[in-house]
C-alpha cells in the first residue's frame, strides 16, 4: 500500500511540473481496426510429375544392379523417343538391398536374394503427355509407378488475384466492425500479406498393370487446385 501512496505521489509531481513548464501533457493513440482476410482462386494445373521405378531381384547384388541398370536405360530411351528432353529426366532415387530370410525357430537370418529399385521422375510439360508417359514407361519395362503429382509452371497472376480478394475480405470485415462500433473506417495504417498456399495435389500410387495391355492410353484428369492467400490489415477507426 506504500509503495502504491509513493507511486501516485510522484505521478502527481511530475504531471503538476509538465504542466507548470508548459509541456505537452501525455497523449492517448487513435482507435484501430484490426483485421485479417483470406483470399482464394481456382487454377487448372498445366505441368505433371512422374515417379516411374524400376525394381528387380536377383541372386546377387551384382546382378540384380546390371538387370536394374539395363531396364532403366530402356525406359529412358523410351521416354526420349516420346518426345521429352533430358532435362525433364531426373534420378530421384536408388536402392540395392538384402532380403532375408528368417528362423521361426531363432536361428541366424540368411540372405536369399537381393532387390534393386532406380527411381526416375518425368516432368511433362503438357497434361496430354502423362498417359503416353505411364504406357511407354511399362511398356519399356518399369514395374513401379510411385505418384503423379501436378502443379502450375507459375502462379504469378493467380498469387495476385488471391491477394486481392483477402484485401477485399479484410476491408469488408473492418467496415462492418467499424460500423458496430459507432463509427466509420478511416485511413489504412498498415497491411501484409502470410500467402499465397498452394496445399499439393495428393499422390497416388498407380497399380503395375501389364505392358500388354489395350491401345486405350491410361486416363489422367488433374482437377484444380486452390490458391489461398492471407492478408492482415490495420485501419484507423473514425468516431462519428
Known amino acids: 500500500m506504500r509503495l502504491a501512496t509513493l507511486f501516485a505521489s510522484a505521478l502527481v509531481n511530475v504531471l503538476a511540473a509538465t504542466a507548470a ?3 505537452t501533457t501525455i497523449s492517448i493513440s487513435p482507435p484501430v481496426v484490426t483485421t485479417s482476410g483470406q483470399g482464394e482462386v481456382k487454377v487448372t494445373p498445366d505441368r505433371a510429375s512422374v515417379m516411374i521405378g524400376v525394381q528387380t531381384r536377383g541372386a546377387t547384388a551384382t546382378a540384380v544392379g546390371a538387370d536394374n541398370a539395363s531396364r532403366t536405360r530402356a525406359v529412358l530411351d523410351a521416354m526420349t ?15 540395392v538391398y538384402p532380403e532375408m530370410r528368417y ?14 529399385t532406380n527411381t526416375v521422375r518425368v516432368e511433362a510439360r503438357r497434361l ?3 498417359g503416353t508417359i505411364i504406357d511407354a514407361s511399362l511398356a519399356a519395362g ?4 510411385n505418384g503423379l503429382s501436378f502443379y502450375m509452371a507459375s502462379l504469378d497472376e493467380a498469387r495476385r488475384q488471391a491477394i486481392s480478394a483477402a484485401v477485399s475480405n479484410a476491408r469488408a470485415d473492418a467496415e462492418a466492425m467499424a460500423t458496430a462500433a459507432g463509427g466509420t473506417l478511416g485511413q489504412l495504417l498498415e497491411v501484409s ?10 499422390m497416388f500410387d498407380l497399380a503395375v498393370r501389364s505392358a500388354a495391355g ?10 484444380q487446385q486452390t490458391v489461398t492467400a492471407f492478408v492482415s490489415a490495420k485501419w484507423r477507426f473514425v468516431p462519428r
Not at 84 to 95: D, I, N, R, V
Not at 142 to 145: G, L, M
Open 81 to 95: 523417343k516420346i518426345g521429352l528432353p533430358k532435362e525433364a529426366l531426373s534420378t530421384e532415387g536408388y536402392s
Open 128 to 130: 496430354d503427355q502423362v
Open 193 to 202: 500479406t502470410g500467402g499465397p498456399i498452394v496445399p499439393p495435389r495428393p
Open 103 to 116: 528362423d521361426r525357430d531363432g536361428g541366424a537370418p540368411r540372405v536369399t536374394g537381393y532387390v534393386a
Open 21 to 23: 513548464s508548459g509541456q
Open 214 to 223: 489395350g491401345a486405350v492410353p491410361t486416363p489422367v484428369n488433374p482437377g
Open 142 to 145: 518399369a514395374n513401379v509407378i
